[in-house]
């Protein structure tokens, strides 16, 4: 190129979290972040899709040139109805948090659970393998963790939800996969927590958000239990609090949101980051927050 001769100007991939309410996402701070460490051309922004209109929005992004998109609440279900192909956890999950524009169609996945695997055995260091599992809650949420936990071969998962056959009608969806993989899969009302502590007890109810702990016996709690809420916040949840107080590790669901996301990056790019440093700069505001 000669002197005076502008470059041409490469615009970064275009990828949106899509939302309603979105303004509080921390989504883009974080594919900024990882956008930084692995140096890919990523430009990511907020995208406010009226209710009635999330396949309007998703459309005129693709024609726009965006590249994928994050999907939250309440939106997931429409975009799994939206995916020309889904993964086999999107499928399981009956959900999307990831939307992946491909040139022969849309490509939906579903990254929560092994976002919520991986924060559970890499950053807090608790193996799934041989683990004995509570799951709190069969809603959405619970639904889409259930295949990523089975894949790492748990000895035991009990699912217990408050409305009893929400939490049959899951154990029903995925006794299959957990014979698969050698997992004892059983649950129902309250009563089926089995009052000795468990290795892992993940809170996927939506009890957290408005402070309500889900009914389960304190003996499942134990000194060597990681009580994980998927919520997160500035203070520990109730469900934390009532963990630790019972002598349990707790630890709350912002971990999760930072490797859903390095795993939506991973599904777009091809390139995987590195969670753990996004994560202790956005526990560092949430700290600077609560004080
Ligand atoms: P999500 O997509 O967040 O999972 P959802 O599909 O509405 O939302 O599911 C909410 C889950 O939280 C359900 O398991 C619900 O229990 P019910 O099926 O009995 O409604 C559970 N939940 C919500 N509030 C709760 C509370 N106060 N105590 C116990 N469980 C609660």
Redesign the pocket.
Known sequence: MSAGESKPVVRADRYAVVGNPVAHSKSPYIHAQFALQTGERVEYDRLLAPLDGFVEHVQAFHAAGGRGLNVT?PF?LEAHALAHKLSPRAAAAG?VNTLRFDADGIFGDNTDGFGLVRDIEVNLGAALEGARVLL?????????VVLPMLERRPREITIV???AP??HALIEQFEGAAGEFGCLLNGGGPHAVDPNPYDVIVN????S??A????CDEHAFGARTLAYD?MYGAQHTVFMRHAEALGARAADGLGMLVEQAAESFFVWRGVRPEGAPVLAALRAQLAAQAA
């Open positions: 609440v997931k959900a709190l809650g069969a809603g959405g949420a619970a639904r889409g939800n408050r409305t929400k939490a996927a109810t939506a009890g958000l408005d309500a702990l889900p009914e998927m």
